[in-house]
C-alpha cells in the first residue's frame, strides 16, 4: 500500500496497465479558503434546516476556482474519473471542543464550518442521506473510536486494521449492493494525539488488473454473501449474522467495474471462492492509496467503484482522540423512495 502523508505531497502505487488514474489531490488556493470560511463561520445550525443548509453550502462552495470545481462535479459525474479524492486546504472552525466519547455530535464547537464544508462538497457529489441504523438516522455522521468498540469492525474500532469494505445498508430485499451510498465524504476536525491513523482505498479497476482471471471469474460470480453492517446487527438482530441473498463481489463493464464487500463479513458458498475472496483482500492492500488525513483535508470516496479500510491507530478516549465527520451521499434518491421514513424525505429504513 502506498501512503500519502502530510499537508503538501500525495504518492500512489503505479499499477502497470491501468487506464485511468484513480486517485485525485486538489487544493484550494489560500484566499479561496478564506473566503468560504468567512462564509461558512455564520452558518446557522444545519438541522434546523438541512434543505436551506445544503442550498446555502452550495452556493458558498460555487466560490471554487472553475477548474477545481469542475473536477469536484467530475468526480461525482464521470465513469472514468478518479475514485478518490483528496481535498486540502479548507477552511476549519476555531474551536472543535472535544472529541465525542460515545459516537455521537460532538459538543463544544464554536460553530459549524466542518459541517459546512461537509455539506458543500457532498452537495456538489449529490444528496446527503441518512439510515435509521446508522448513527440514528443522523445526515452528518461522527466518525471516532469507542471504549467498547476497539476490536469490532465498525467506524468505533481503533485497536484492529478495518478490513477493506464497502459501506453498506441492509436491504429487505435480500441485495445489500443497491441502496448503498455512492459516496462518501470524510472531513478530519482532529488527527488524534498520534496522528497515526490511515485510510486506504483501492479502486476496483486496480483491483481487476491485478488479479488472476481465474480469481476475477469467481468473483464476479453469485457465490458470496454480505453480512448486514454491524450497526443493523446491534440494533436489529441482537449481534447475529444477517446475510444477504448470493451476489457477486465485483460487478459491471470490465472498463467501469463495480464492487461491494461488507465490513461485518462475507461468507463464500464453496471453497474456490473462499480463496478468490482471500486473493482479493491481499490485492487491495498491494494496490490501495494511503491518506493521513489531518484538519482542513477531506476525501471524497466512490463507494461504488473501490473499497475502503483503515488502519489501527492510538486511542486515549480521553476527547482527544482522532475525530472524522461524514456523509453518505446518493447521486439521487429517487430510486430509494422505497425505503423513506414518513417522517423525513432524506432519512431511510
Known amino acids: ?105 460532538g459538543r463544544g464547537k464554536s460553530g459549524f464550518v466542518s459541517e459546512g464544508v461537509l455539506l458543500g462538497l457532498s452537495g456538489l457529489l449529490g444528496e446527503p442521506l441518512g439510515v435509521l441504523t446508522e448513527k440514528a438516522g443522523r445526515l452528518i455522521h461522527d466518525v471516532v473510536p469507542v471504549a467498547g468498540g476497539e476490536r469490532t469492525q465498525t467506524n468505533q474500532s481503533s485497536a484492529v486494521f478495518l478490513n477493506f469494505h464497502s459501506d453498506i445498508t441492509y436491504d429487505a430485499t435480500g441485495r445489500y449492493d443497491l441502496a448503498n451510498p455512492d459516496f462518501l465524504v470524510l472531513n478530519c476536525l482532529r488527527s488524534g494525539p498520534f496522528g497515526d491513523a490511515v485510510t486506504y482505498y483501492a479502486d476496483a479497476r486496480d483491483i481487476c488488473g491485478q488479479l488472476p482471471p481465474d480469481a476475477l471469474e469467481l468473483l464476479r460470480g ?17 449481534g447475529a449474522e444477517v446475510l444477504s441473498e448470493p451476489v457477486p463481489i465485483i460487478r459491471g463493464a470490465e472498463a467501469h467495474p463495480e464492487i461491494t464487500v461488507s465490513a461485518n463479513g462475507v461468507r463464500a458458498l464453496n471453497r474456490e471462492a473462499g480463496a478468490a475472496f482471500e486473493r482479493l483482500q491481499e490485492t487491495c492492500r498491494e494496490v490501495a492509496h494511503a491518506v493521513r488525513l489531518e484538519p482542513g483535508q477531506a476525501l471524497l470516496v466512490n463507494n461504488r467503484k473501490g473499497v475502503h479500510a483503515r488502519s489501527r491507530f492510538g486511542a486515549r478516549h480521553d476527547g482527544r482522540d482522532r475525530w472524522l465527520q461524514r456523509t453518505y451521499v446518493r447521486r439521487s434518491l429517487w430510486d430509494i423512495r422505497y425505503r423513506v421514513t414518513p417522517q423525513d424525505r432524506r432519512v431511510h429504513f
Not at 56 to 78: E, I, K, N, T, Y
Not at 222 to 238: E, K, V
Request: proline residues 10%.
Open 1 to 105: 500500500m502506498s501512503d500519502t502523508s502530510g499537508t503538501t505531497t500525495t504518492t500512489t502505487m503505479t499499477v502497470p496497465g491501468k487506464r485511468d488514474a484513480t486517485f485525485a489531490d486538489l487544493a484550494l488556493p489560500d484566499a479561496v479558503r478564506e473566503a468560504i470560511g468567512r462564509e461558512l463561520r455564520v452558518l446557522p445550525d444545519p438541522g434546523a434546516d438541512i434543505d436551506r443548509a445544503t442550498a446555502r453550502c452550495h452556493q458558498v462552495f460555487a466560490m471554487l476556482p472553475l477548474d477545481l470545481l469542475r473536477s469536484v462535479l467530475d468526480f461525482g459525474r464521470h465513469n472514468d474519473t478518479p475514485g478518490v479524492a483528496l481535498v486540502r486546504n479548507l477552511p476549519v472552525d476555531a474551536q472543535t471542543g472535544p472529541t465525542p466519547l460515545d459516537g455521537g455530535p
Open 222 to 238: 453469485p457465490y458470496f454473501r454480505l453480512n448486514a453492517p454491524g450497526s443493523y446487527t446491534r440494533s436489529a438482530a441482537g
